[in-house]
C-alpha cells in the first residue's frame, strides 16, 4: 500500500473483551462456558463491565445489568472484576507499542492510538508492524487485539472496531468512501445516542450522509458540534496522538463510580459528588499534592462518556472546593438529558502543598480554614473508627445511592483516559 508523504500513519489499537479476554488468559477453562466480568447485584457495581465470546452471542450485552443478562443468558458465570490485573496486563500489551514509538495514548485501559509515521523507517511499512505487534502480543501476553490504520485518529479507532477479533483494517484517502462512508452514523466518535436522534430526524443514516450534508445547516441544527462531527466524517482530523513517558507520575488524583441507579438531575447526582470530592481532597492531602485543574466525567446508561475541565483560581486539596467546582461545571455543562449511570472527579496541575495559601477577595480565609479543618476531623474519625463513622448530612438522604466507601472502592483511570473525549476545557 502506498501512503502520502503529507500523511501521518495512525495506530488505534483495542484490546478485545478486555476485562473477559484476561480473565479467560488467566484460566483458560471459562473460554469454555459463557462469562462475563461484573459486580454483584445487590451493589452498585450491578452492570457487566465485559463478556466473553459465547456470552455475547446469547445476547449479552455490555453496561446492562446483571438482572437483564440473566434473563438472556440463566447459566451466566460472573466474574468479579480484578482492577490491578487489568491495570498490569494492558499496562504490558502498551509497553510493546512503546517499542515501536514514544507516543502511546491510551483511551480507557483497554485501547490506546500510536503515532507510527516517524517509527516506518525503522520498522518498516505500517501494515506488516500492525500485523507483528499482533503477533507479539497473542505469543507473549496471550491477548488479541484489533489494529486499524489510518492517517487520523477517528478513522484509525474505527478500523479497530469493523472485525473482531484480531482484525487489520487500513482506511486510506484512497478507500475510506469505500471503507467508512457506508457505516451507520452511530459508529463514528462523538456520534452519542441523543445526536443520532438529531440525526436521523434530518434523514442523516451513515458516515457517508453526514460528511455530504452542507455543513453550515449542520452547525445550524447541532451548533459547533454539527461541524465538528461533519469534519470527522470526512477525515478531517489532525489531533496530535499525546505523548507519554514510559515512567509512571502521579499526574492526576480521582475517583469515579457507577451507581446503583440512574439519576435524572444534579441535585441528585451532588450527596455522590461530595463523597468523590472528600475522597480526592483526602488523596491529594496523602500525597502531599495540590492542584488547580478540576475536571468532571459522568457516563450515560446508554454508555455514552462525557468529560469537561476547568483550571480554578487557587490549587487546593480541600473537598468543599472541589466539589463546587465540580458542580458548577456540570451544572453549566450538562441538563441530564440522558439518565446518569457513572460520575467522576479528578484534580491535576498538581504541585507540592504549600505551606501558605493566597488570600481570595470572594472566600473568606476562614471559610476555608473551617472547610480543611472539617475535613481533617472526617479523616481521622475515619481512620479511627472506619469510613462509615462519620458522614455528611446529604450523603444519608439516598442511602442506597450513597452506600459505599468511595476511598476504598473506587475506578482510577489511566492519564490520557479522558483525552479525546467529550471534552471541554473552560
Known amino acids: 500500500m502506498i501512503w502520502l508523504m503529507k500523511d501521518r500513519i495512525i495506530f488505534h489499537s483495542d484490546i478485545n473483551h478486555c476485562y473477559a479476554q484476561i480473565e479467560e488468559m488467566k484460566y483458560p477453562e471459562l473460554r469454555l462456558v459463557p462469562m462475563a466480568v461484573g459486580g454483584h447485584e445487590e ?13 455475547k452471542a446469547k445476547g449479552v450485552k455490555t453496561g446492562e445489568s446483571l438482572r437483564e443478562a440473566y434473563e438472556k443468558c440463566p447459566d451466566l458465570l460472573i466474574i468479579p472484576p480484578a482492577y490491578k490485573d487489568y491495570e498490569y496486563y494492558t499496562d504490558a500489551v502498551k509497553d510493546i507499542y512503546r517499542e ?68 487489520l483494517v ?69 489531533s496530535p496522538v499525546t505523548h507519554t513517558e514510559h515512567f509512571r507520575q502521579v499526574k492526576s488524583v480521582g475517583n469515579s463510580m457507577t451507581l446503583v441507579h440512574d439519576v435524572y438531575s444534579l441535585e441528585e447526582a451532588d450527596p455522590v459528588f461530595y463523597m468523590l470530592s472528600e475522597s480526592v481532597a483526602s488523596r491529594l492531602r496523602g500525597h502531599g499534592l495540590e492542584g488547580d485543574v478540576v475536571h468532571v466525567s459522568l457516563r450515560t446508561a446508554d454508555m455514552n462518556w462525557y468529560g469537561w475541565e476547568r483550571k480554578i483560581s487557587r490549587r487546593t486539596y480541600v473537598s468543599m472546593e472541589i466539589h ?54 472526617m479523616d481521622d474519625l475515619r481512620r479511627r473508627f472506619g469510613f462509615d463513622s462519620v458522614k455528611r448530612a446529604c450523603t444519608i438522604v439516598d442511602r442506597e445511592l450513597t452506600d459505599f466507601n468511595v476511598k476504598d472502592d473506587h475506578t482510577i483511570h489511566p492519564v490520557g483516559y479522558f483525552q479525546g473525549r467529550k471534552m471541554d476545557v473552560l
Open 43 to 55: 451493589t452498585r457495581h450491578g452492570i457487566i463491565l465485559a463478556k466473553n465470546d459465547l456470552a
Open 100 to 167: 515501536y514509538s514514544d507516543h502511546v495514548e491510551s483511551f480507557g485501559l483497554d485501547e490506546a492510538w500510536i503515532d507510527y509515521t516517524d517509527s516506518e523507517k525503522l520498522f518498516g511499512p505500517a501494515y506488516g508492524t500492525a500485523a507483528e505487534i499482533q503477533k507479539r502480543v497473542l505469543e507473549e501476553l496471550g491477548l488479541t487485539v484489533s489494529i486499524g490504520i489510518s492517517w487520523n485518529k477517528i478513522f484509525a479507532k474505527l478500523g479497530s472496531d469493523l472485525i473482531k477479533p484480531s482484525g
Open 170 to 238: 487500513d482506511i486510506r484517502r484512497d478507500n475510506f468512501r469505500e471503507v467508512v462512508w457506508p457505516l451507520p452514523v452511530s459508529e463514528l466518535l462523538y456520534v452519542g445516542p441523543a445526536t443520532y436522534r438529531k440525526l436521523h430526524r434530518r434523514g442523516i443514516l451513515t458516515i457517508g450522509e453526514l460528511a455530504q450534508y452542507p455543513v453550515q445547516n449542520l452547525k445550524r441544527y447541532l451548533g459547533v458540534p454539527g461541524e465538528v462531527i461533519h469534519a470527522f466524517a470526512n477525515g478531517d482530523d489532525t
Open 324 to 377: 463546587d467546582a465540580a458542580v458548577g461545571i456540570l451544572r453549566q455543562n450538562y441538563d441530564f438529558h440522558d439518565a446518569v449511570r457513572a460520575v467522576g472527579i479528578s484534580l491535576s496541575h498538581l504541585s507540592a502543598a504549600g505551606r501558605f495559601r493566597q488570600a481570595d477577595l470572594f472566600t473568606p480565609f476562614k471559610t476555608y480554614e473551617q472547610a480543611l479543618a472539617a475535613d481533617l476531623a
